[in-house]
């Protein structure tokens, strides 16, 4: 089990820090029986029944921990969302708490040191697809919520989403239709995390996102390379050319249309520190210029997801007359999501050679988010987090989308949005090993239980 949380002795944290603390092994056994459920949203992947089961465990967990009419909702994309509420004691604020239940697939299996879907202790850390993201966050809310018992002093709405990895949108659209079961003061997103481990951070701002799938076709036909390469023209080597003119000399982000030289004005993030988050190789450099932050966080980045092409192993002797990428664009806050895939779509088809004829076909685009970070349930998050980790709270920017934030903002404008939770950056989520550390289920739960009397005191 983790050290116990650095109690400040207070009146709002007396006690707490050791009901948390007495409650780890049972969140580990929590976390256990849910990595063990493979619930990736995939029916290609995963039976759509894994998905199914995870939910009702979901569903059954937090009506023995105190919620009411706790129950699964179809979404709109077919998948289901856990929803529950508390009604509030009089004059107090509702804060609604979410986390999302579904995985990423594994990937690759030999990648693992242990198996994906078994919960495994290795130095220190739990391992296992989704401890961090966003089981470990299901736990962290269940842990706070056991802490507190029958002395909740607000209202509580809940949400487990079922599709979040998938990014087909479900939960957005059931907002949209059902508002009221979703309106609160406070909305804690709980799927990010601290910069790292014991370092608390909210997360003030988001990338957007807009993906295409480029084709490039040159041929009627693949044809032998010895009698036609030369003046044949390479499907593939046109592709190549179209990603590589995406970039700069650098590295950096490269397109024409689009403004790629924002700068961070938050709390920086130490390069060494993100070459190891990353896993850089000691040899390689960086790519772009500008500071790590600026680059991560204020700037457009785009990332080849993938490419469609013969492999090496079984490829023939031929000219290539079809290729295909999947591209990923990571947009900042202040850019529109469309106008951003717009000029990715224009860059794309000017960029081809030899009058290589060009598709760009559009996938799901996601809006960028900046909270607002000056109200009540922010003021109680700083002093719930200073007193559970001993130091104030940072704000940092993460490059990942989380559409259901703009919904959210769309739907709620007078409603404060604080994004945490227990990942940080050696949970490598969605690679091979994702881990979390218990040490931030255990300090993030007293977060959450400390905040939650915090914000009801000022509502007093």
């Known amino acids: 089990m983790a050290d116990a949380p650095p109690d400040s002795g207070g009146p709002h944290s ?22 063990a459920i493979p619930s990736v949203a995939d029916p290609r992947q995963q039976p759509p029944e894994e998905c199914r089961r995870a939910a009702q465990w979901v569903a059954d967990a937090f009506s023995e921990a105190g919620l009411s009419d706790v129950r699964l909702a179809e979404t709109p994309d077919g998948s289901h969302a856990v929803l529950g509420h508390r009604p509030p004691p009089p004059g107090a604020p509702t804060v609604l708490l979410y986390c ?6 594994p990937l690759d299996d030999d990648a693992w040191t242990s198996p994906p879907f078994a919960l495994t202790e290795r130095d220190g850390r739990w391992y296992g697809r989704g401890t961090a993201d966003c089981k470990g966050n299901i736990v962290m809310h269940l842990t706070a919520l056991r802490a507190l018992g029958a ?3 607000v209202g509580l709405k809940f949400v487990a989403e079922g599709s ?11 907002v949209v239709q059902h508002p009221e079961e979703f309106d609160a003061q406070a909305l804690l997103i709980c799927d990010t995390g601290n910069a790292a481990v014991g370092r608390p951070t909210a997360t003030s701002s988001l990338r957007g996102l807009a993906n295409v799938v480029v084709t490039v076709s040159t041929l009627r036909g693949d044809v032998h390379s010895g009698m036609f390469g030369g003046p044949a023209p390479d ?17 950096g982000t490269r397109i024409k249309g689009l403004d790629c030289s924002g700068t961070w004005t938050g709390v920086p993030y130490d390069e060494a520190q993100f070459r190891a988050d990353a896993g850089v190789l000691d040899s390689v450099r960086l790519t772009g210029s500008g500071s790590v932050a600026d680059r991560v966080w204020a700037r457009p980045a785009v990332t080849v997801l993938g490419v469609d092409c013969a492999p090496v192993v079984g490829s023939a002797a031929a000219v290539p007359a079809e290729a295909r990428a999947r ?3 990571r947009v900042p806050p202040g850019t529109d999501p469309e106008a951003a895939r717009a000029a990715l779509t224009a860059h794309l088809e000017t960029a081809a050679p030899w009058g290589a004829q060009v598709s760009v076909a559009a996938e799901a685009t996601g809006s960028p988010f900046r909270a ?11 002093r719930a987090m ?14 990942g989308s989380i559409p259901l934030c703009n919904v959210l903002a769309d739907t709620f404008p007078r409603a404060e949005i604080i994004l945490m939770g227990v990942e940080e950056p050696r949970c490598l989520i969605h690679a091979p090993n994702e881990s979390v550390d218990p040490t931030e289920i255990e300090h993030m739960a007293l977060v959450e239980a400390l905040f939650l009397r915090e914000y009801a005191n000022l509502h007093a």
Do not use: C, W
Not at 164 to 174: D, F, I
Not at 235 to 251: H, K, Q
Not at 372 to 382: I, S, V
Not at 388 to 399: C, H, I, K, S, T
């Open 14 to 35: 007396d006690g707490l820090a050791d009901a948390i603390a007495a409650l780890m092994p049972r969140a580990k056994a929590d976390l256990a029986e849910l990595v």
């Open 100 to 105: 999302h239940y579904d995985v990423q697939p």
């Open 151 to 153: 002395d909740l002093p």
């Open 164 to 174: 979040e990895e998938q990014g087909t949108g479900g939960l957005e659209r059931y």
């Open 235 to 251: 499907a593939l080597a046109a592709l190549i050319v179209m990603l590589a003119s995406l970039r700069d000399p650098d590295g």
């Open 327 to 329: 591209v990923s664009l």
């Open 372 to 382: 607002a970070t000056d109200g009540p349930a922010y003021a109680a998050l700083g």
């Open 386 to 399: 200073n007193q559970a980790y001993g130091r104030p709270l940072e704000f940092l920017g993460q490059g």
